[in-house]
């Protein structure tokens, strides 16, 4: 069976450089989301050993609605909730399934999203599938969506306004003023969904995110996923209990999935343990944060954010291939990102820091990238 036009699309995305590959783990790691080094830690693989010894299952089976409800989950949820200080909290198989869920689900007829211009991909495809009318926003743009909801009220706007942002953006490492974005919502009894994937385990009291003030009122949902910092997998919304209830009755992505795994769940209630207790390491990570900045501006004369997320924007997306792949060839597992995960015309690395790291081997990092530069200029 010939697939002539997948033949086709796929040589148009060589052509542009975007022709995208799998492949394996090399090098020092600068890419992944295992911002407090959890994922192959000795206290997850005890974690997961411990619940296998007292007959935790692999997998659920089944639906939660279904034989898929393990008392795993429900003991998870109950932790998140009480370690974020949410009313209440439901686990998904993966962030961006939970994403997908919030915005495909809960906005109606009547209502209208309001989401930051660059706002995860899992927005857009549960707005996809939205019976709310939704449109973009300028990024870290506060005033925006108050005027947009203003404009939306004085024509006949009725519904309910729901406002999407994430906390850290995972492209750019920056983030929006939440304070600012809170008194918006209030101002328009919008709901703010703040999606913290990036700070979850990394910023804020406790490692509970940078809405932690704002958790537990009735017009804040957030996201949380456990498969960055936390080094497991899934992710939660936490809410108040009518809208966990409303995601248990309506959201497909739910209803319609098999449970995630209760040994995973087991593993992650074990996870937020220690990133609440295990201070040291969100400490280590601030150092190298602070670290590879002022090395960034010292080797390649970039300024950088305050952030574990440091993007290199270079532009065109075949340069940013050529340096990753120099990189690459140096022993450092560095990623080009480019269009669409990115705009137009801002190919970029995307450096990730982790708490695996040291001051060394970032500082090896940035020479090698001033050396690279200066041979692609």
């Given at each position: 069976m010939a697939y002539n036009a997948f033949e086709t699309q796929l040589g148009e995305l060589n052509e542009r450089g975007r022709f995208r590959q799998l492949r394996a783990r090399a090098g020092i790691d600068f890419t992944s989301n295992d911002y407090l080094g959890l994922a192959e830690s000795e206290e997850l693989r005890q974690a997961a050993t411990e619940a296998i010894g007292r007959?935790?299952?692999?997998?659920?089976?089944?639906?939660?609605?279904?034989?898929?409800?393990?008392?795993?989950?429900?003991?998870?949820?109950?932790e998140a909730a009480r370690h974020f200080g949410a009313e209440t909290a439901l686990y998904f198989g993966a962030g961006y399934t939970a994403n997908h869920a919030i915005f495909s689900t809960l906005p109606q007829r009547g209502d209208i999203v309001l989401y930051d211009a660059l706002v995860h991909a899992s927005v857009h495809e549960g707005l996809r599938h939205c019976r709310a009318a939704h449109e973009s926003v300028p990024h870290n743009n506060a005033d925006a969506f108050d005027s947009k909801l203003t404009q939306w009220r004085k024509a006949g706007g009725w519904g309910r306004p729901w406002i999407a942002v994430e906390s850290v953006y995972s492209m750019d490492g920056d983030s929006p003023d939440l304070a600012d974005l809170v008194a918006v919502a209030d101002r328009h009894e919008a709901t703010l969904v703040i999606d913290e994937a990036h700070a979850t385990g990394v910023l804020g009291p406790d490692g509970r995110g940078l809405a932690a003030a704002f958790e537990g009122r009735d017009n804040i949902i957030t996201l949380h996923t456990c498969g960055k910092a936390l080094g497991t997998s899934g992710g939660?919304?936490?809410?108040?209990?009518?809208?966990?209830?409303?995601?248990?009755?309506?959201?497909?992505?739910?209803?319609?999935?098999?449970?995630?795994?209760?040994?995973?769940?087991?593993?992650?209630?074990?996870?937020?343990?220690?990133?609440?207790?295990?201070v040291e390491r969100r400490e280590?990570?601030?150092?190298?944060?602070?670290?590879?900045?002022?090395?960034?501006?010292?080797?390649?004369?970039?300024?950088?954010?305050?952030?574990?997320?440091?993007?290199?924007?270079?532009?065109?997306?075949?340069?940013?291939?050529?340096?990753?792949?120099?990189?690459?060839?140096?022993?450092?597992?560095?990623?080009?990102?480019?269009?669409?995960?990115?705009?137009?015309?801002?190919?970029?690395?995307?450096?990730?820091?982790?708490?695996?790291?040291?001051?060394?081997?970032?500082?090896?990092?940035?020479?090698?990238?001033?050396?690279?530069?200066?041979?692609?200029?």
């Open positions: 007959g935790v299952p692999v997998g659920a089976g089944g639906s939660r609605l279904l034989r898929g409800n393990h008392p795993e989950h429900e003991a998870l949820e109950a939660f919304v936490l809410a108040p209990g009518i809208v966990r209830d409303f995601l248990v009755n309506r959201a497909r992505p739910f209803i319609f999935a098999t449970a995630p795994s209760p040994l995973i769940a087991a593993v992650t209630r074990v996870a937020l343990s220690i990133a609440r207790d295990q280590r990570l601030a150092q190298l944060v602070t670290h590879a900045a002022r090395e960034l501006k010292l080797r390649c004369g970039l300024e950088a954010l305050p952030s574990h997320i440091l993007p290199i924007i270079i532009g065109r997306d075949d340069r940013a291939v050529a340096l990753a792949s120099a990189l690459q060839a140096q022993g450092f597992d560095v990623r080009a990102i480019r269009p669409p995960t990115v705009p137009e015309g801002t190919a970029r690395l995307r450096i990730a820091l982790t708490a695996k790291l040291n001051e060394q081997v970032i500082s090896e990092l940035f020479d090698a990238t001033a050396e690279a530069l200066g041979r692609l200029s």
